[in-house]
Protein backbone atom coordinates (compact mmCIF):
# COMPACT_ATOMS: atom_id res chain seq x y z
CA UNK A 1 0.00 0.00 0.00
CA UNK A 2 3.31 2.09 0.39
CA UNK A 3 2.82 3.36 -3.68
CA UNK A 4 -0.99 4.36 -2.92
CA UNK A 5 -2.52 7.60 -3.72
CA UNK A 6 -4.71 9.48 -1.20
CA UNK A 7 -6.43 12.89 -2.00
CA UNK A 8 -7.52 15.18 1.09
CA UNK A 9 -11.50 15.40 0.85
CA UNK A 10 -11.56 19.07 1.54
CA UNK A 11 -12.67 21.32 -1.13
CA UNK A 12 -10.09 21.91 -3.97
CA UNK A 13 -11.10 25.36 -5.24
CA UNK A 14 -13.63 27.95 -5.65
CA UNK A 15 -14.91 28.44 -9.56
CA UNK A 16 -17.22 30.87 -10.57
CA UNK A 17 -18.53 32.67 -13.86
CA UNK A 18 -19.85 36.62 -13.73
CA UNK A 19 -21.16 38.91 -15.78
CA UNK A 20 -22.24 41.96 -13.97
CA UNK A 21 -21.75 44.69 -12.05
CA UNK A 22 -20.23 44.34 -8.83
CA UNK A 23 -22.27 46.10 -6.29
CA UNK A 24 -19.16 46.72 -4.23
CA UNK A 25 -15.90 47.62 -5.16
CA UNK A 26 -13.23 44.70 -4.66
CA UNK A 27 -10.43 45.98 -2.32
CA UNK A 28 -6.63 45.11 -3.05
CA UNK A 29 -6.48 42.05 -1.30
CA UNK A 30 -4.21 38.30 -1.33
CA UNK A 31 -5.07 34.66 -1.32
CA UNK A 32 -2.94 32.21 0.30
CA UNK A 33 -3.37 29.96 -2.95
CA UNK A 34 -3.17 30.94 -6.75
CA UNK A 35 -5.60 32.62 -8.44
CA UNK A 36 -6.42 31.87 -12.39
CA UNK A 37 -8.59 35.16 -13.93
CA UNK A 38 -10.09 34.79 -17.41
CA UNK A 39 -11.27 38.73 -17.80
CA UNK A 40 -13.32 39.21 -21.33
CA UNK A 41 -14.06 42.59 -20.19
CA UNK A 42 -10.60 45.58 -20.39
CA UNK A 43 -9.64 46.60 -17.06
CA UNK A 44 -8.27 50.34 -17.35
CA UNK A 45 -6.74 50.12 -13.69
CA UNK A 46 -5.25 46.80 -12.49
CA UNK A 47 -3.08 46.61 -9.59
CA UNK A 48 -0.99 43.04 -9.19
CA UNK A 49 2.09 43.19 -7.22
CA UNK A 50 4.13 45.82 -7.85
CA UNK A 51 2.21 47.11 -10.96
CA UNK A 52 -0.88 49.25 -12.00
CA UNK A 53 -1.39 48.95 -15.86
CA UNK A 54 -4.27 48.51 -18.07
CA UNK A 55 -5.14 44.91 -19.40
CA UNK A 56 -7.22 44.15 -22.54
CA UNK A 57 -10.51 41.86 -22.42
CA UNK A 58 -9.37 38.09 -23.17
CA UNK A 59 -6.34 37.74 -21.15
CA UNK A 60 -5.57 35.03 -18.76
CA UNK A 61 -4.09 36.27 -15.17
CA UNK A 62 -2.50 33.89 -13.06
CA UNK A 63 -1.88 35.54 -10.10
CA UNK A 64 0.26 33.56 -7.07
CA UNK A 65 -0.60 33.28 -3.52
CA UNK A 66 0.23 36.12 -1.38
CA UNK A 67 0.23 38.59 -4.23
CA UNK A 68 -1.79 41.85 -3.59
CA UNK A 69 -3.71 42.43 -6.41
CA UNK A 70 -7.30 44.25 -7.53
CA UNK A 71 -8.76 43.36 -10.97
CA UNK A 72 -11.69 45.65 -11.05
CA UNK A 73 -13.80 48.27 -8.41
CA UNK A 74 -15.65 50.09 -10.39
CA UNK A 75 -19.40 49.98 -9.62
CA UNK A 76 -21.82 50.58 -12.74
CA UNK A 77 -19.65 48.85 -15.32
CA UNK A 78 -20.27 45.51 -15.95
CA UNK A 79 -17.36 42.63 -15.74
CA UNK A 80 -17.35 39.14 -17.54
CA UNK A 81 -14.62 36.88 -16.08
CA UNK A 82 -14.11 33.56 -14.97
CA UNK A 83 -12.39 33.08 -11.32
CA UNK A 84 -10.81 29.87 -9.95
CA UNK A 85 -9.33 30.27 -6.58
CA UNK A 86 -7.25 27.05 -5.73
CA UNK A 87 -6.91 25.77 -2.18
CA UNK A 88 -2.92 25.92 -1.32
CA UNK A 89 -2.98 23.75 1.67
CA UNK A 90 -5.06 21.03 -0.79
CA UNK A 91 -2.89 21.22 -3.83
CA UNK A 92 -0.08 21.25 -1.84
CA UNK A 93 -1.21 17.93 0.21
CA UNK A 94 -2.88 16.09 -3.08
CA UNK A 95 0.17 16.43 -5.04
CA UNK A 96 3.18 14.69 -4.46
CA UNK A 97 5.86 17.31 -7.00
CA UNK A 98 3.76 20.44 -7.01
CA UNK A 99 7.02 21.93 -8.72
CA UNK A 100 5.48 20.25 -12.10
CA UNK A 101 2.89 23.03 -12.02
CA UNK A 102 4.21 26.14 -13.47
CA UNK A 103 6.38 28.57 -11.45
CA UNK A 104 3.54 31.10 -11.41
CA UNK A 105 1.24 28.79 -9.46
CA UNK A 106 3.58 28.55 -6.30
CA UNK A 107 4.68 31.53 -3.64
CA UNK A 108 7.31 33.92 -4.27
CA UNK A 109 6.68 34.09 -8.37
CA UNK A 110 5.50 36.91 -10.43
CA UNK A 111 2.21 37.12 -11.79
CA UNK A 112 1.95 35.95 -15.39
CA UNK A 113 -0.96 37.40 -18.01
CA UNK A 114 -1.89 35.62 -21.45
CA UNK A 115 -3.11 37.21 -24.17
CA UNK A 116 -6.33 34.66 -25.15
CA UNK A 117 -7.08 37.27 -28.22
CA UNK A 118 -3.08 35.89 -30.23
CA UNK A 119 -4.01 34.00 -33.34
CA UNK A 120 -1.35 31.22 -31.46
CA UNK A 121 -3.93 31.16 -28.50
CA UNK A 122 -7.03 30.75 -29.96
CA UNK A 123 -7.31 27.02 -29.48
CA UNK A 124 -6.42 27.03 -26.10
CA UNK A 125 -9.04 29.37 -25.30
CA UNK A 126 -11.46 27.51 -26.22
CA UNK A 127 -10.13 24.23 -24.19
CA UNK A 128 -9.83 26.67 -21.18
CA UNK A 129 -12.91 27.87 -21.43
CA UNK A 130 -14.46 24.72 -22.03
CA UNK A 131 -12.80 23.52 -19.05
CA UNK A 132 -14.27 26.30 -16.77
CA UNK A 133 -17.86 25.75 -17.80
CA UNK A 134 -17.27 21.29 -16.81
CA UNK A 135 -16.07 22.69 -13.19
CA UNK A 136 -18.78 25.05 -12.70
CA UNK A 137 -21.45 22.53 -13.68
CA UNK A 138 -19.77 20.10 -11.60
CA UNK A 139 -21.80 20.33 -8.24
CA UNK A 140 -19.10 17.34 -6.80
CA UNK A 141 -15.48 18.92 -7.07
CA UNK A 142 -14.02 16.23 -5.12
CA UNK A 143 -15.51 13.28 -7.82
CA UNK A 144 -12.96 11.07 -9.36
CA UNK A 145 -14.58 13.13 -12.33
CA UNK A 146 -14.39 16.50 -11.26
CA UNK A 147 -10.66 15.67 -9.99
CA UNK A 148 -9.92 14.35 -13.08
CA UNK A 149 -10.83 17.76 -15.19
CA UNK A 150 -9.37 20.28 -12.31
CA UNK A 151 -5.88 18.16 -13.36
CA UNK A 152 -6.47 17.99 -16.69
CA UNK A 153 -7.08 21.78 -16.78
CA UNK A 154 -4.26 22.60 -15.39
CA UNK A 155 -2.11 20.88 -17.49
CA UNK A 156 -3.17 22.59 -20.88
CA UNK A 157 -2.24 25.53 -18.57
CA UNK A 158 1.26 24.13 -17.85
CA UNK A 159 1.33 23.17 -21.18
CA UNK A 160 0.55 26.69 -22.95
CA UNK A 161 2.86 28.39 -20.37
CA UNK A 162 5.84 26.55 -21.43
CA UNK A 163 5.01 26.96 -25.07
CA UNK A 164 4.51 30.83 -24.33
CA UNK A 165 7.95 31.08 -22.84
CA UNK A 166 8.30 34.78 -21.98
CA UNK A 167 5.91 35.53 -24.68
CA UNK A 168 4.00 38.23 -22.38
CA UNK A 169 1.87 40.18 -24.37
CA UNK A 170 2.97 44.23 -24.15
CA UNK A 171 0.38 46.13 -21.47
CA UNK A 172 -0.24 49.96 -21.89
CA UNK A 173 0.92 51.85 -18.93
CA UNK A 174 0.02 55.74 -18.84
CA UNK A 175 2.35 58.34 -17.79
CA UNK A 176 0.06 58.87 -14.61
CA UNK A 177 0.83 54.92 -13.82
CA UNK A 178 4.09 54.89 -14.36
CA UNK A 179 4.39 57.72 -11.42
CA UNK A 180 2.32 54.93 -9.03
CA UNK A 181 4.54 52.41 -10.03
CA UNK A 182 7.42 54.12 -9.02
CA UNK A 183 5.71 55.00 -5.50
CA UNK A 184 4.93 50.96 -5.20
CA UNK A 185 8.17 49.97 -6.10
CA UNK A 186 9.65 52.39 -3.88
CA UNK A 187 7.57 50.72 -1.18
CA UNK A 188 8.21 47.28 -1.54
CA UNK A 189 11.97 48.67 -1.19
CA UNK A 190 11.74 49.81 1.93
CA UNK A 191 8.69 47.80 3.17
CA UNK A 192 10.50 46.46 6.28
CA UNK A 193 10.91 50.29 7.11
CA UNK A 194 8.90 52.98 8.99
CA UNK A 195 7.44 54.80 5.94
CA UNK A 196 5.88 58.05 6.41
CA UNK A 197 3.59 59.80 3.24
CA UNK A 198 6.31 62.58 4.01
CA UNK A 199 8.93 60.29 2.84
CA UNK A 200 7.64 59.81 -0.11
CA UNK A 201 6.51 62.90 -0.90
CA UNK A 202 10.39 64.34 -0.32
CA UNK A 203 11.57 61.33 -2.75
CA UNK A 204 9.89 61.79 -5.57
CA UNK A 205 9.56 65.96 -5.36
CA UNK A 206 5.67 65.91 -5.29
CA UNK A 207 2.90 67.08 -3.23
CA UNK A 208 1.97 64.92 -0.37
CA UNK A 209 -1.83 65.39 -1.17
CA UNK A 210 -0.97 65.30 -4.49
CA UNK A 211 0.38 62.07 -4.12
CA UNK A 212 -1.93 60.38 -1.92
CA UNK A 213 -4.64 61.49 -4.34
CA UNK A 214 -2.81 60.42 -7.41
CA UNK A 215 -2.13 56.92 -5.78
CA UNK A 216 -6.26 56.59 -4.76
CA UNK A 217 -7.15 57.58 -8.20
CA UNK A 218 -4.97 54.78 -9.71
CA UNK A 219 -4.09 52.22 -7.09
CA UNK A 220 -8.10 52.70 -5.94
CA UNK A 221 -7.28 52.37 -2.21
CA UNK A 222 -5.73 54.51 0.32
CA UNK A 223 -1.75 54.99 0.58
CA UNK A 224 -1.94 54.11 3.92
CA UNK A 225 -4.22 51.32 3.93
CA UNK A 226 -1.49 49.60 1.08
CA UNK A 227 1.15 50.26 3.20
CA UNK A 228 -0.88 48.02 5.85
CA UNK A 229 -1.66 45.51 3.34
CA UNK A 230 1.52 45.50 2.26
CA UNK A 231 3.13 44.90 5.40
CA UNK A 232 0.90 42.55 6.48
CA UNK A 233 2.00 40.29 3.50
CA UNK A 234 5.32 40.39 4.08
CA UNK A 235 4.50 39.56 7.07
CA UNK A 236 2.94 36.57 6.17
CA UNK A 237 6.04 35.47 4.11
CA UNK A 238 8.49 35.88 7.49
CA UNK A 239 5.96 33.58 9.82
CA UNK A 240 5.80 31.24 7.11
CA UNK A 241 9.46 30.94 7.39
CA UNK A 242 9.36 30.26 10.78
CA UNK A 243 10.34 33.88 12.45
CA UNK A 244 8.42 34.30 15.74
CA UNK A 245 5.52 37.12 15.74
CA UNK A 246 7.61 39.52 17.71
CA UNK A 247 11.08 39.49 15.39
CA UNK A 248 8.19 40.00 12.69
CA UNK A 249 6.55 43.14 14.45
CA UNK A 250 10.23 44.34 14.87
CA UNK A 251 11.38 43.67 11.86
CA UNK A 252 8.74 45.68 9.81
CA UNK A 253 9.18 48.93 11.98
CA UNK A 254 5.82 48.48 14.32
CA UNK A 255 6.70 50.48 17.12
CA UNK A 256 3.73 48.52 18.94
CA UNK A 257 3.18 44.88 19.18
CA UNK A 258 -0.39 45.37 20.15
CA UNK A 259 -1.20 47.43 16.87
CA UNK A 260 0.64 44.85 14.62
CA UNK A 261 -1.51 41.93 16.40
CA UNK A 262 -4.97 43.96 15.36
CA UNK A 263 -3.83 44.50 11.83
CA UNK A 264 -2.81 41.07 10.93
CA UNK A 265 -5.93 40.26 12.38
CA UNK A 266 -8.15 42.41 10.03
CA UNK A 267 -6.15 41.84 7.00
CA UNK A 268 -6.02 38.02 7.44
CA UNK A 269 -8.92 36.66 10.16
CA UNK A 270 -6.68 35.30 12.40
CA UNK A 271 -4.42 36.37 14.67
CA UNK A 272 -0.37 35.83 13.70
CA UNK A 273 0.45 33.63 16.52
CA UNK A 274 -2.27 31.27 14.71
CA UNK A 275 -0.95 31.74 11.00
CA UNK A 276 2.68 31.17 11.76
CA UNK A 277 1.25 27.75 13.79
CA UNK A 278 -0.74 26.60 10.74
CA UNK A 279 1.54 27.75 7.82
CA UNK A 280 5.29 27.42 9.21
CA UNK A 281 7.78 25.12 8.30
CA UNK A 282 9.16 25.19 12.08
CA UNK A 283 6.74 24.82 14.98
CA UNK A 284 9.01 26.17 17.69
CA UNK A 285 7.25 28.33 20.18
CA UNK A 286 7.28 32.55 19.83
Known amino acids: MENALFFPIDIPYDIVYRNNSPEYPVGPHAHNGAEIYITLTALPDVLLGDQVFAVPADTMIIIPPFCVHQLFHETGIVYERYVLNIRDSWLKSALFDPSQLPPCLLPDNQPLL ?76 HIREEIHISD ?62 KSFQKITGISPSRYRSQYSAYHSSD
Open 114 to 189: IDLSSPKSKSFKKKLTDYFRQLIMLSNTTSPHGLSVFFEMLAIITDHVQKLGNAYHALPVSAPQKKVNGIISYIQE
Open 200 to 261: LAGHFYLNPDYLARLFKKHAHVSLGHYLTLQKITTAQELLREGHSVASVAEELGYSSYAYFF
